[in-house]
């Protein structure tokens, strides 16, 4: 009978473990951001994670697990037990993702069958029926997983505390006897409740005990509302009552029920309301998804700096000091079409043939000149006259540190350079301004050099035209220098970096 018992757990485990690891792992982890599943306790602390004031999430709502047990019984005592049957219902709570609190009833008929050959305590025959109540403290082993998502299988242990009413009664000829009826005495140890019924034969006596239990589980998702698995129990009296099955052994030891069941498990509950029982849902998966996925981490938006607006950030540009409006690559290096080593924004002659290179600093090529324009620009020598400036003595501006304004002294300065200038019209004037080291002082260099051509045309009427503007040279930051030319050149260029504009 042992072995037939041993067979059908092996077809049970089998039969289970097909259904189970065909269903599909789902490792959602939105029940910690889920509101709908949080009980008005754990709000608080809900919110406060939320707005990520609290580092942890809240515990969720979880469902109860309804199971209904049934299978094998028997007795390990003095007398060789036959296998019984029994079965029961229970009720099951998650604590946490490991533990759970489980009440359940058990009711079981167990019975020996002594062959003709037996003797002694062997031939004793007893039949025995049992109602048992449970207060089981569950772990479950393989909740928690650092390497895959919610568990398809629940692998977990019990400890529990029992009370047990078990009726015994044992035969002599072809009668059945009461227990008490055969000379057992009329207490025993271990006794924690009283005897219910009399002690004559016929009549039903009931003993009250209280119990331990250890046992052990597998239990298989077959959907997020049932599983099945087994179970196997292990039941003694906690104060060594040794009367189970009728006899007191000579060794002094307990007699013990052991209990292998079949469950078919359910949970119960609102699944819009609460998640399913802790222990199917690794706690894990959230931190995991939300370092793959984030959908709560406050991440800082990126500061990608671009100081000299080409459009290349600066940890990737390698020219950040390209003056604004030249055209750079990929890399934010100045374009340079013609490859004379002169970048476009400085070349003032775009495509040199390669025969005509080197070229000077401003990219123009050295070309032999033809005979033709050399004869040219020879007769044109003798027929143009290149016009003199008389302008000298042009006064140097000196601004306060960091300040564009022109002091009074600077605009009688200016005053005075306004009349030479106003009777040289064959002249124009270069206005220089200094400062070349940094982005900043290049453009406060442009801002000096912006006020002093501004107050000449606005305040002293000289024709803007006139003027050739010229920034951010090497020299004393503070002045803007005025020189007599007849070269030409623009009177206004744009502001280099307008973010530092004064």
């Known amino acids: 009978m042992a072995s037939k018992k041993y067979a059908l757990v092996a077809g049970l485990l089998g039969l289970i473990q097909t259904v189970s690891f065909a269903q599909r792992n789902d490792a959602n982890s939105d029940w910690a951001l889920d509101s709908s599943k949080v009980s ?15 580092p942890y999430p809240a515990k969720p709502s979880s469902q109860w697990e309804f199971g209904v047990a049934a299978g094998v019984s028997q007795i390990i005592g003095d007398v060789k037990g036959k296998i019984g049957f029994g079965g029961g219902l229970s009720l099951r709570k998650a604590v946490s993702h490991v533990f759970s609190i489980r009440g359940s009833y058990i009711g079981s008929f167990d019975y020996s069958k002594p062959s003709a050959f037996e003797t002694g305590v062997g031939r004793k025959e007893y039949r025995s029926k049992t109602h048992q109540g449970s207060i089981d403290l569950i772990a479950s082993l393989n909740a928690i997983n650092h390497y895959r998502g919610n568990p398809k299988v629940d692998i977990y242990a019990l400890v529990g505390s029992d009370l047990i009413m078990t009726q015994v009664q044992q035969k002599t ?9 055969i000379g057992m005495p009329n207490s025993q140890s271990g006794i924690i409740g009283t005897v219910l019924g009399d002690k004559v034969n016929g009549r039903k006596g009931w003993t009250l005990l209280h119990g331990l239990s250890v046992g052990a589980g597998m239990a298989f998702k077959v959907n997020d509302r049932w599983n099945i698995g087994f ?3 292990f039941t003694a009296s906690s104060t060594g009552y040794d009367y189970l099955d009728g006899v007191k052994g000579a060794s002094g030891g307990r007699d013990i029920y052991s209990r292998t069941t079949a469950r078919l498990n359910f949970n119960i509950g609102s699944s819009s309301k609460k998640v399913a029982p802790l222990w199917w849902i690794n706690p894990n998966n959230f931190i995991y998804n939300e370092l793959n996925v984030p959908k709560h981490m406050k ?28 055209a750079v690559d990929s890399h934010g290096v100045a374009k340079d079409t013609d490859g004379d080593g ?15 290179f080197p070229v000077d600093a401003d990219g123009v090529g050295k070309c032999p000149e033809p005979p033709c324009c050399a004869e040219l620009r020879d007769s044109l020598k003798n027929l143009t006259r290149v016009p003199q400036c008389a302008l000298t003595g042009l006064p140097s501006i000196t601004f306060k540190s ?20 106003n009777a040289n019209p064959t002249c124009n004037v270069k206005v220089i301004g200094y400062g070349a080291s940094s982005k900043r002082e290049q453009q406060l260099s442009w801002d000096r050099v912006n006020s002093v051509i501004k107050y000449l045309v606005e305040k002293q009427g000289v024709s803007e035209g006139r003027f050739i503007f010229t920034y951010g040279q090497e020299g004393d930051q503070n002045t803007v220098d005025l020189q007599g030319t007849t070269e030409t050149g623009p009177s206004t260029v744009p502001a280099p970096h307008p973010q530092y504009k004064k």
């Open 40 to 54: 008005v306790k754990n709000m608080p602390q809900y919110s406060e994670f939320r707005n990520n004031q609290y």
């Open 173 to 181: 000829g072809n009668d059945w006897h009461n227990f008490y009826g």
């Open 231 to 233: 179970e196997q129990r």
């Open 299 to 326: 991440i800082p938006t990126p500061v990608l700096p671009d100081g000299d607006g080409d459009g290349i950030t600066d940890q990737f540009d390698q020219e950040p000091n390209t003056p604004a409006g030249a």
């Open 342 to 356: 002169v970048p476009d924004y400085k070349d003032k002659e775009l495509l040199t043939s390669q025969s005509c």
């Open 402 to 421: 960091g300040s564009v304004k022109l002091s009074k002294d600077a605009q009688g300065l200016l005053n005075s350079a306004a009349a030479q200038i």
